[in-house]
């Protein structure tokens, strides 16, 4: 019983998930679900609590020692025989520049700049790739369902081949030709489920359903090109170059605040025989950054060239976002003027052929052949314009959620 109890305990969370996914509730499902968006904001978390210590003070030292122990002469290897042997007890404090701390302090919040937009740019992919799989999925789906409607009318047309047959007005080997069609039907049929099988892994992986299924209709999406455009700069691609150039800014901040001395203060108690009177010692220690031709300043060069390197990249990564953008609205558009001449002009057209041809055929005017390319024709014509649906789709989901709000 608890065998069972324990497997039933097992199988509840995919039972929970088992309800079919609209596209809305399949994008929300993996911004809650997907471990990798989990990991980054870990790692927000962590820059954070990093940059609380960034510019604090070095924690202080103790100090305890013996000073002056003789270990030659007379008085080798004994305490307090002498008036130089003292146990001691002091504490000192390091003091980093001003200039220094706050240039850590500048590169923690950089870190975390970073670690914000990394979170950006990974929500934003789970968004994509969910949505695309979504889609993907749903119009497999739908062309799978259209080549099932296309085996049934090659039913039919065999019982009207048998029929021919038994009258004489067939020839024997036309009987095949219903199944060589069907077998030519199978192959799409092979290849549409491998793409369900694909698109449904891509779905899981995100959504954390272990057997995804689609519910509803893609949304209806529209393309906006001058607010796209207008919204290329702040994209979270180029927040992160943007929060890496200012990481670079403050490690140049760093190097040059080295040229700044640190310094520390120290104090000790010694204690020394009973005969002698006991001490105290008071310190300051200064950094001399002397050479800073050779030290300091080439690593201020160097990580200047490294800011200068952050800003081309950062331009770099903004105009190609914007040749992505038009390239990305320029293909869209020749998607959707091929989707609207299948469904205007392709489809239409073949329907009409197939539906003369069979009316030649049934008047013995075509062969038996000739009227199952048509009806073939049609299939694949309208298949074609549920593929065409999909390429369109997928590229009004890609621009919105690359280029546009947190939504599409």
Do not use: C
Not at 25 to 53: D, F, M, Y
Not at 143 to 154: A, G, H, M, P, T
Not at 198 to 210: E, I, Q, V
Not at 367 to 394: I, S
Request: charged share 25%; no cysteine.
């Amino acid at each position: 019983m608890r065998k069972f109890i324990g497997a039933a305990l097992l199988l509840l969370p995919a039972t929970l998930h088992a309800e079919p996914l609209t596209f809305d509730a399949a994008l929300q499902r993996a911004q809650s679900e997907a471990p990798s968006l989990k990991g980054r904001e870990a790692g927000v978390t962590a820059a954070q609590s990093a940059a609380i210590a960034a510019d604090r003070l070095p924690d202080p030292m103790l100090d305890v020692g013996i000073r002056d122990f003789p270990v030659t002469g007379p008085d080798a290897g004994r305490f307090n025989r002498d008036d130089f042997t003292m146990t001691t007890i002091g504490v000192s404090q390091q003091f980093i520049n001003p200039a220094k701390r706050h240039a850590r302090a500048a590169r923690a919040g950089a870190d975390i700049g970073i670690a914000e937009a990394g979170v950006e740019v990974e929500a934003r992919n789970i968004r994509l790739e969910t949505a695309l799989a979504w889609v993907d999925l749903y119009y497999a789906e739908r062309q799978l369902d259209q080549l099932k409607l296309l085996d049934e009318s090659l039913s039919d047309l065999q019982s009207t081949v048998t029929a021919r047959l038994t009258s004489g007005s067939a020839r024997p080997s036309q009987s095949l030709e219903p199944d060589q069609l069907r077998a030519q039907v199978n192959d799409r049929r092979i290849a549409l489920v491998a793409e369900i099988a694909k698109a449904r892994a891509r779905l899981s992986r995100y959504t954390g359903d272990p057997d995804p299924s689609v519910a509803g209709a893609p949304p209806e999406l529209t393309i906006n090109r001058s607010a796209l455009l207008a919204g290329v700069s702040d994209l979270p691609s180029l927040r992160a170059l943007d929060a890496q150039t200012a990481a670079m800014d403050a490690e140049t901040r760093l190097a040059r605040a080295d040229k700044t001395p640190d310094w520390k203060v120290s104090a000790s108690f010694g204690r020394r025989e009973p005969n002698f009177g006991d001490l105290i010692s008071v310190g300051v220690s200064i950094d001399l950054p002397l050479f800073g031709k050779k030290r300091q300043d080439p690593k201020i060069a160097a990580r200047a060239s490294e800011a200068e390197r952050a800003r081309f990249e950062r331009l770099a990564g903004e105009r190609e976002a914007f040749a992505a953008l038009e390239g990305d609205l320029a293909e869209h558009a020749m998607h959707h003027a091929r989707m609207e001449n299948a469904r205007d002009n392709l489809v239409p057209l073949a329907r009409k052929r197939a539906k003369l041809d069979f009316d030649s055929y049934g008047a013995g005017t075509v062969d038996l052949g000739t009227a199952l390319l048509a009806t073939l024709t049609v299939a694949e014509t309208e298949v074609d314009l549920l593929v065409r649906e999909a390429e369109v789709a997928r590229d009004a989901i890609r621009i919105n959620i690359t280029y546009a709000g947190d939504r599409p």
